[in-house]
């Protein structure tokens, strides 16, 4: 099993387990991601993931070369539906999933590790995590979706940077540059996940999968799209208990008659 999955009461860790491999994503291990990632979407007591990887060499050294090279040889058609799609489709599932998804970097991040780190949409790095867009050296752009969030996340011309060049970056550029939330000592990553974890689902359930909603499905549109994106995400939420819990906690605070306005 490639995939090695954990429960702490509402927040599964899901780690990526090919540590003589570097944890590279061959076929199996991708298809292995999709399988728990869809168990924990059904699981309605499930409330957060934690994604990493085994040992602390590597969060994932990317695509399993030897997978790739027999996509390769089959020509366009082939690499398109073995390679490019299942990747597209993973790092797709981790950008839109409704519930958190927290990628916890314990080492490289390279190619597709670095695509994974960037379609979720919450990362934390350890110390001497470093992340690379290697793919040109092998002679073809990032094909999990790299060539558009990246430069999305850090803006074109660091995008390209790290892409054109395939050099890598330690975590405290990757923080700096907006890649990673933040950056902990290697031995405080599986806590410092876990908290980022817990401090968002102390929230309703419906709040934080509308908020996700809203920000994956708005952020690329136009201002205008966005709101209506934003107006139908709080629809959806009107109806919830969240709404009700929330305004009547708000309410019976003391200090709740004197308080002008919202928190808006």
């Known amino acids: 099993m490639t995939i090695r999955s954990e429960r702490d009461r509402h927040v599964v860790t899901l780690t990526i387990d090919r540590e003589e491999k570097l944890n590279a ?10 399988a728990e990632l869809d168990r924990i979407d059904a699981d309605d007591t499930v409330r957060a993931v934690i994604l990493t990887g085994a040992g602390g060499r590597a969060f994932s050294a990317g695509a399993d070369i030897p997978s790739l090279a027999a996509s390769l040889a089959g020509g366009p058609e082939r690499a398109l539906r073995e390679f490019v799609r299942r990747g597209h489709t993973l790092t797709r599932r981790i950008e839109e999933f409704p519930k958190p998804v927290i990628a916890a970097v314990n080492g490289l991040a390279y190619g597709g590790g670095c695509e994974i780190a960037e379609a979720a949409p919450l990362a934390v790095a350890a110390e001497h995590a470093t992340f690379a867009k290697p793919e040109i050296s092998l002679g073809f752009p990032p094909p999990f979706g790299g060539s558009q969030r990246l430069p999305r996340h850090v803006g074109r011309k660091r995008g390209l940077e790290l892409i054109l060049t395939g050099d890598p970056v330690p975590a405290a550029r990757a923080a700096e540059i907006g890649l990673v939330n ?20 102390r929230h309703a359930p419906t709040a934080v999968a509308a908020c996700l909603r809203a920000v994956t499905r708005g952020v690329n549109l136009p201002i205008g799209e966005a709101l209506a994106v934003e107006a139908a995400a709080f629809a959806v939420t009107v109806p919830t208990d969240g709404v009700r819990d929330g305004i009547r906690r708000f309410l019976d605070r003391p200090s709740a008659g004197s308080t002008p306005g919202s928190s808006s």
Do not use: G, K, N, W
């Not at 994503?25 to 999709?34: M, Q, S």
């Not at 933040?182 to 817990?198: G, I, K, T």
């Open 25 to 34: 994503l061959d076929y199996p291990t991708i298809d292995a991601l999709l």
């Open 182 to 201: 933040s950056v902990v000592p290697a031995a405080e990553l599986p806590d410092a996940a876990r908290s980022l974890a817990e401090r968002i689902i």
